[in-house]
């Protein structure tokens, strides 16, 4: 297990510092985790210019707001990649109510570990780390219920949308969607493995 | 907070972390979790769980761009937004109080900073509208060129739809003429067959052949003869020579069983002077004791005229 506890520590010294507006702080942060939060954007949207601007759009967020993340109240990590996963949400939420007319680039990358020449080889390290546990535990969930949560996390489906897609009454992915995090949950836990473990 | 009413909310946790409800839905837990420190605990368990997700997908390099622009978009404001947590110790007046008495700025560095920052945006949002505008023009041309295909398609469908009905209009010609073409051989094949019958009536060793006298109102080179068959009713005339008759007249046979005198038909001679007539008597001939054929007025039906063109006895 790669604890990390001094990381976690800065993760929370660094927010801080970008609440007194230390913009070195903040490129800290982003050298940190701007890999993760461009790598969902862009499996998310499938486009290379929306996940730029997602991964802009977040840390310019994060710079703005960084004063409202309650210090103990959860990840910095996790609060990060929230603010981006909203944005992508929203973004796919326009996308279907007014699909685009000129279709831009496409692009359908495999999500792959990309070595970041600018980050150090233990970063990288737990990174790797990090993506094999979540995909040990998302392996180990029932594929109904990971099916759930790949259209809720990744498609940004409402559950309705969910239901329809899958002709599944409502009830079944309300049950479908708890019992996939629960069990996700309950895997971390059993593996020893905190959240607080994971994040910085 | 009931407890029922936290039941609910739990259910919907998950989904809300996931961002997997409905705004209005999403709402509602969001109030709930304010003020319920259960579910706001459990929905913190969730979302750290949840925030792990991201991991999943991987790692890529965002082009260094991306962090350019952040940063100099950062440097360009003029970054207000209140700090909710304790400010360093570290001064942050970015001020200076001149001896005047007025506040300046380290104009330089600001100015320099925010046209590199300007100036990148521009940059960079110019190569986006370059791209943009390429790809409109590129849809406009593709858009003209499905334009003139479809006029090109409208064009050729009606064409084609009016060499059709020239098709229909030919087809209904051709399918008249192959009406009445069938009709002239259906005629032919029963003037054919007529006369195969009547080659055959003459020709059958039965049939008796007796040449009719004419009388001095006959031209000098008409002459008539009759086939008959001994109690057959059938009578076949063939005349030759004889001119056709003048208007308001005809010539009729007649057929004569002692006094009475029976109009058989009308003969009509042909311009070359050829009459060919066929008929079924009432009787057998056998019956009748007399044929002539007269030159009658065309009203006139009773009675033969005078005018006796060829005549003989039965």
Known sequence: MLAADSSALDDEALITRVASRDSSALEQLYDRYARIVYATALRMLGNAELAEDIVQETFWRV????????????QVAGW???????????ELRRQRSRPMI??????????IDQPDAQSDVVSAAIERERRRIILQALAQIPPEQREVLELAYFRGLSQSEIAQRLNSPIGTVKTRTRLALQKM??????????????HD | MTLSNCDEILELIPAFVLGALDADEAARVAAHITNCPRCRVEAESFRDVVGLLPYASGALNPPPRVKRQLFARIAAANDDAPAEITLSSRPTAALRFTRSGRWVM?????????????????FEARGRADRLAAQLAFNQQALHSMELQIAE????????EAQLLVSVRELDEARLQLAKSQQEIQELRTSERQ???????????????????????????????????????????????????????????????GNQQIAI?????????VAEFVVDAPEPMDAYDQVMITLDEVDTTAQPSEEVIFEANL
Not at chain 2, 211 to 232: C, D, K, Y
């Open chain 1, 63 to 74: 710079w703005r707001r960084s004063a409202s993340f309650a210090i103990g109240r959860g």
């Open chain 1, 80 to 90: 990060i990649f929230g603010i981006a996963h909203n944005l992508c949400i929203d």
């Open chain 1, 102 to 111: 000129v279709q831009g680039e496409q692009e359908e990358q495999a999500m």
């Open chain 1, 185 to 198: 949950r309950d895997l971390l836990h059993n593996q020893k493995i905190g959240a607080d473990d994971l």
């Open chain 2, 106 to 122: 380290p104009a330089f560095a600001v100015m320099l900073a925010l046209i590199i920052g300007l100036g990148t945006a521009v």
């Open chain 2, 153 to 160: 398609v409208r064009q050729t469908a009606t064409a084609v």
């Open chain 2, 195 to 257: 006369d195969e019958q009547l080659v055959s009536f003459i020709a059958a060793p039965q049939t008796v052949s007796r040449s009719l006298g004419t009388t001095e109102r006959a031209p000098n080179e008409a002459s008539a003869r009759m086939f008959m068959q001994p109690g057959h009713n059938r009578l076949v005339l063939m005349i030759y020579g004889l001119k056709s008759a003048e208007p308001g007249k005809m010539y009729r046979l007649w057929l004569a069983k």
């Open chain 2, 265 to 273: 038909g009308v003969v009509t001679v042909g311009p070359d002077g």
